[in-house]
């Protein structure tokens, strides 16, 4: 049964750089049917999807976050791991990871939340 | 990027009653959508997929219609666990995009 579970700091101070870490068990990063995503939801709004890597490594961002988003992927580890640079208040927020499967079929993480402050 | 515009917004309906929420989409999105249902603390849990198919486990009171630009959910009959706010997403294509969400309250 696939799992992802979201690993990283749940306080990073303004202006740095948050990391966050997507670990997969029960199925392979590395499979060619899937991409891997990162969505977030600020407390008390809704979902804003913020990019997806494929194994191979090929990206895709939300332009609205392009500019300080970085997705990778770790086949080695199953892995997979967002960097979002220069934070604000306005990034606190509850990050998902997901595999894509299309047809509007996302597999999610439970989240982590993640907040910004000094 | 496609915009995913959801409504109602807010609905309160009760225990018994049928509701529909929609999502419409900027452009055509053939059947590449998703509806979610998210309690608080909890992430959205996958009720329909490809518009109209019902993922397994989930009640059949649950539906999905729709195709191109109109996409509506209905929930037949309303039960006390079913009130959530409701999300749709669209992956025709990148950026991936969200409706606002349907919050659905008690009356």
């Known amino acids: 049964q696939l799992q992802l579970q979201e690993s990283g700091p749940g306080l990073v101070k303004p202006s740095e750089t948050l990391s966050l870490t997507c670990t997969v068990s029960?199925?392979?990063?590395?499979?060619?049917?899937?991409?891997w995503g990162w969505i977030r939801q600020p407390p008390g709004k809704g979902l804003e999807w913020i990019g997806s890597?494929?194994?191979?490594?090929?990206?895709y961002y939300n332009p609205s976050l392009k500019s300080r988003v970085t997705i990778s992927v770790d086949t080695s580890k199953n892995q997979f791991s967002l960097k979002l640079s220069s934070v604000t208040a306005a990034d606190t927020a509850v990050y998902y990871c997901a595999r894509e499967e299309g047809l509007g079929e996302l597999s999610w993480g439970q989240g982590t939340l993640v907040t910004v402050s000094s | 990027a496609i915009q995913m515009t959801q409504s109602p917004s807010s609905l309160s309906a009760s225990v018994g009653d049928r509701v529909t929420i929609t999502c419409r989409a900027s452009q055509g999105i053939r059947n590449d959508l998703g509806w979610y249902q998210q309690k608080p603390g909890k992430a959205p849990k996958l009720l329909i997929y490809?518009?109209?198919s019902l993922q397994s486990g989930v009640p059949s009171r649950f539906s999905g219609s729709g195709s191109g630009t109109d996409f509506t959910l209905t929930i037949s009959s309303l039960q006390p666990e079913d009130f959530a706010t409701y999300y749709c997403?669209?992956?025709?294509?990148?950026?991936?995009?969200f409706g606002q969400g349907t919050k659905l309250e008690i009356k």
């Open positions: 029960g199925g392979s990063i590395s499979s060619s049917s899937y991409y």
């Open positions: 997403l669209q992956d025709y294509n990148y950026p991936r995009t």
């Open positions: 490809a518009a109209s």
């Open positions: 890597i494929y194994y191979s490594g090929s990206t």
